[in-house]
């Protein structure tokens, strides 16, 4: 590799999002699956606490001066703070409170995610009923206001967890959709019109900036079509995506990612209950990959320092109990992964 991860100490890592809504508890398993070293830990969302605890509500609950409010067709701008935009904040402290508690005294990789500018406009309506995204200058005052936020969030991440290296995750699961004109419309009749690329990543690196000159940052999405090129060329550090969704179209373009020394996160353990009896195999659950290193021709020795295992999406949906089996075997497919390359 031609550069270094800054990933270092990351074999494994959740996505986001946890089941239940008990923040205490959630902060609990995601601190204990990767303590000692065998993951980074992260700030967890619980969505099934209603609007506000979902990535959208918590992400806008973030906004410098730009507020949301929840319709029946989901969240819209606000002249001002509500009561949705205040219990978004309120969750967002609860959380943090959680997470600190837990991780007193530690020292190491600590995640936090945020919906992205792309996926942000294409589900936040304007006052008329359209996604932001149908309007160039309204994408451009809520990226603004966006990276507004991240930077003060980030640094309230860092006063509570000094010891802390902050990581920042981007969500962007309708990246792909943004730039081939494939978000529907209020009505669903329509699509928007594509974004030009380089706007795309203009405005994801002014966003990822937020994380600072030496911060560490990682773009996640789970949908398929990963643009893997744009995304280095915004700053990520890090992609995180769903293995399963990878085609043969891709490997090129996931090669010179690892030689240019991008982390991938690659989601290989199932994020429900449906496919608990595969979390016997560590070992198989990152065949996968090994096979893949094999094919691009890459160095097995690399592995353990180019890839971090993680659930292929968010466990909002998985049993409390499936979740914390989930994050510990990513962990143990991540030690499978790095005791055996090959």
């Known amino acids: 590799m031609s550069e270094k991860s800054k990933f270092s100490g990351c074999p494994a890592t959740g996505i986001g999002s946890m089941p239940g ?6 902060a609990k398993t995601v601190t204990g699956s990767f303590a000692d070293g065998q993951g980074m830990p992260y700030l967890a969302e619980l969505p099934a606490r209603g609007p506000g605890a979902d990535m959208i509500g918590r992400t806008i609950g973030m906004l410098v001066e730009m507020y949301g409010h929840v319709e029946p067709s989901g969240w819209r701008i606000s002249d001002r703070p509500g009561r949705d935009t205040r219990r978004a904040r309120s969750w ?3 959380d943090l409170d959680a997470l600190e508690e837990f991780t007193q005294g530690y020292e190491g990789l600590l995640k936090v995610q945020a919906v992205g500018p792309w996926t942000l406009a294409g589900s936040l309506e304007l006052r008329g009923g359209e996604a932001m995204l149908a309007d160039p200058g309204a994408c451009r005052d809520l990226a603004g206001s966006l990276a507004e936020g991240l930077r003060a969030h980030l640094a309230e991440v860092r006063r509570r967890m000094p ?3 902050v990581v920042l995750q981007l969500d962007e699961p309708s990246l792909t959709a943004v730039l081939l004109g494939r978000v529907r419309s209020a009505s669903g009749y329509r699509t928007y019109r594509a974004v030009d690329r380089q706007v795309v990543e203009a405005t994801l690196r002014d966003v990822l900036a937020a994380a600072g000159e030496d911060g560490t940052t990682l773009v996640h999405s789970c949908a398929p079509e990963v643009p893997f090129a744009l995304l280095r060329r915004a700053g990520a550090d890090g992609i995180a995506l769903d293995f399963s969704l990878l085609t043969e179209r891709e490997e090129e373009a996931i090669g010179e990612a ?3 020394g991008t982390q991938l996160f690659l ?7 449906a496919a608990s009896e595969g979390l016997s195999d560590p070992g198989g659950s990152v065949m996968g990959v090994r096979t893949l290193w094999s094919r691009l021709g890459l160095n097995p020795g690399t592995l353990a320092e180019s890839v971090a295992i993680t659930p292929s999406c968010g ?7 499936y979740a914390r089996a989930a994050l510990a075997h990513s962990a143990r497919a991540a030690r499978s992964l790095a005791d055996n390359p090959e």
């Not at 809504?21 to 959630?26: I, Q, V, Y």
């Not at 989601?267 to 209950?273: E, L, N």
């Not at 466990?315 to 109990?321: D, N, V």
Request: net charge negative.
């Open 258 to 260: 690892v030689e240019g």
């Open 315 to 321: 466990l909002a949906g998985a049993s409390p109990a």
């Open 21 to 26: 809504g008990d923040a205490r508890e959630a």
């Open 92 to 94: 967002l402290g609860e």
């Open 163 to 165: 010891g802390a290296e």
């Open 267 to 273: 989601g290989v353990v199932p994020s429900t209950d």
